[in-house]
């Protein structure tokens, strides 16, 4: 190939071009056509727009396509804090409080 398009989207039906790579005849090894994105889209698409010497004898021998995709992790919110911080009050009131009143201990367990 000589020109080569990519196309990304996050639907089939709703990519846009983003990419175009001319690539040298001479150029026998890998080619990399995009690096380090900055969004994740689930569909890429590679367009080859025009090929060396009119399309004759041009070969793709493979395609190799590394990717992820970061995961933000969420933080602990003040609403789980405070849940938690209740629970620990409520834990260790009720494990002061079951030496002194057995009754306590048939009603929690």
């Known amino acids: 190939p ?3 398009t990519v196309s990304v989207g996050l639907s089939a039906s709703k ?6 790579v001319k690539i040298d005849n001479h150029v026998t090894g890998r080619v990399v ?15 080859i727009k025009r090929c060396h010497g009119d399309g004759c ?5 493979g395609v190799k396509a590394v990717g992820f995709k970061l995961v933000k992790e969420h933080g602990i919110t003040v609403m789980d804090a405070s849940a938690l911080w209740y629970l620990q009050m409520l834990t ?18």
Do not use: C, F, G, W
Request: glycine share 0%; proline share 6%.
């Open 2 to 4: 000589e020109l080569v």
């Open 15 to 20: 990519l846009r071009e983003i990419k175009e």
């Open 33 to 47: 056509l995009l690096r380090n994105m900055k969004a994740h889209y689930p569909y890429v698409q590679i367009n």
């Open 57 to 61: 004898d041009t070969r793709i021998h």
């Open 92 to 109: 260790s009131t009720v494990s002061m409080n079951l030496p002194q009143a057995p009754a306590l201990r048939a009603v929690l367990l």
